[in-house]
């Protein structure tokens, strides 16, 4: 297993909740990592990636200003705080190893994904 995501669960409205994704050395090194989540019956869609540095980051429309992504290299673990929940945020999260350094929005340049792990707000 190359990544491993964690820290979902049920959650209400308003609150918050802290996903992180260890990887291998290998798959983490020099690349930037980013989240993507799933709801029932709908396509897998961009969240947030971060730069292999830490530098940049991009969000999707849908979560600017209540997700944050975060990185530590050290112990290659990748983080995504979300505040402000909402029932729409309701999907399976994955984590994802991009292919190059820099933070993408596109699937297909990702060469690794972890199992997803499950996040469900209720209203």
């Known amino acids: 297993v190359q990544l491993q995501a964690s820290g979902g669960g049920l959650v209400q409205a308003g609150g918050s909740l802290r996903l992180s994704c260890a990887a291998s050395?290998?798959?983490?090194?020099?690349?930037?990592m980013s989240w993507f989540r799933q709801a029932p019956g709908k396509e897998r869609e961009f969240v947030s990636s971060?730069?292999?540095?830490?530098?940049?980051?991009h969000y999707a429309d849908s979560v600017k200003g209540r997700f944050t992504i975060s990185r530590d290299n050290a112990k290659n673990t990748v983080f995504l705080q979300m505040n402000s929940l909402k029932p729409e945020d309701t999907a399976v999260y994955f984590c994802?190893?991009?292919?190059?350094?820099?933070?993408?929005?596109?699937?297909?340049?990702?060469?690794?994904w972890g199992q997803g792990t499950q996040v469900t707000v209720s209203s």
């Open positions: 971060i730069a292999w540095s830490g530098s940049s980051t």
């Open positions: 994802a190893a991009a292919l190059g350094a820099a933070p993408t929005t596109t699937p297909e340049l990702h060469r690794y």
């Open positions: 050395r290998r798959t983490f090194s020099n690349n930037a």
